[in-house]
Antibody
Framework: EVQLVESGGGLVQPGGSLRLSCAAS????????MSWVRQAPGKGLEWVAN????????NYVDSVKGRFTISRDNAKNSVYLQMDSLRAEDTAVYYC????????????WGQGTLVTVSS | DIQMTQSPSTLSASVGDRVTITCRAS??????LAWYQQKPGKAPKLLIYKASSLQSGVPSRFSGSGSGTEFTLTISSLQPDDFATYYCQQYNSYPWTFGQGTKVEIK
């Protein structure tokens, strides 16, 4: 059974940093693209970033480019999202997701971790 | 960026009703569209990919169609478990974008 467990969320001040982790199990992480998708409270879904199997390709939504960095450690079965220069508008539940095939669309999702950016 | 617009934003329906949700894209593309169902406090669940392919394990009352700029999700006979919010998502080009969601409520 595919399991994705996010951690690392919490309350952070504007301008601060946070690192989210996604622990993957039940499948071979090195065979899949992985994504982060977020959802602000009471709002819709927003794709944030994804990363190729070997980490050689990364894609980001414009609003986080230069501030967020997606990475992975296949040996540790983990995917990460380093979030710097956080803003109030980054407040959201962040989901880790396993993409289908060559990074086409998220198939399996974790339960999410809440990030709150507030002073 | 490709903008995805869903209609309606909210839909009131009864058990047994046939329900159709529309997703319109700001640019034309082939079939690189997915549909998700989300219930309160839960992660989204993939229903449809490649516009009309049913994800494994999803009931056959769900179907998808369309290409170009207009796509639809149809629930042939609404069941109690189907009251939720539905999102379309294009994966034709980065950044991937979602529609704003359609909430299906009990009438």
């Amino acid at each position: 059974e595919v399991q994705l467990v996010e951690s690392g969320g919490g309350l952070v001040q504007p301008g601060g940093s946070l690192r989210l982790s996604c622990a993957a199990s039940g499948f071979t992480l090195s065979s899949y693209w992985m994504s982060w998708v977020r959802q602000a409270p009471g709002k819709g879904l927003e794709w944030v970033a994804n990363i190729k199997q070997d980490g050689s390709e990364k894609n980001y939504v414009d609003s986080v480019k230069g501030r967020f960095t997606i990475s992975r450690d296949n040996a540790k079965n983990s995917v990460y999202l380093q979030m710097d220069s956080l803003r109030a508008e980054d407040t959201a539940v962040y989901y880790c997701a396993r993409d289908y095939s060559s990074g086409w669309y998220p198939v399996d999702w974790g339960q999410g971790t809440l990030v709150t950016v507030s002073s | 960026d490709i903008q995805m617009t869903q209609s309606p934003s909210t839909l009131s329906a009864s058990v047994g009703d046939r329900v159709t949700i529309t997703c319109r894209a700001s640019q034309s593309f082939s079939s690189w569209l997915a549909w998700y169902q989300q219930k309160p406090g839960k992660a989204p669940k993939l229903l449809i990919y490649k516009a009309s392919s049913l994800q494994s394990g999803v009931p056959s009352r769900f179907s998808g169609s369309g290409s170009g700029t207009e796509f639809t999700l149809t629930i042939s006979s609404l069941q109690p478990d189907d009251f939720a919010t539905y999102y379309c998502q294009q994966y034709n080009s980065y950044p991937w974008t979602f529609g704003q969601g359609t909430k299906v409520e009990i009438k």
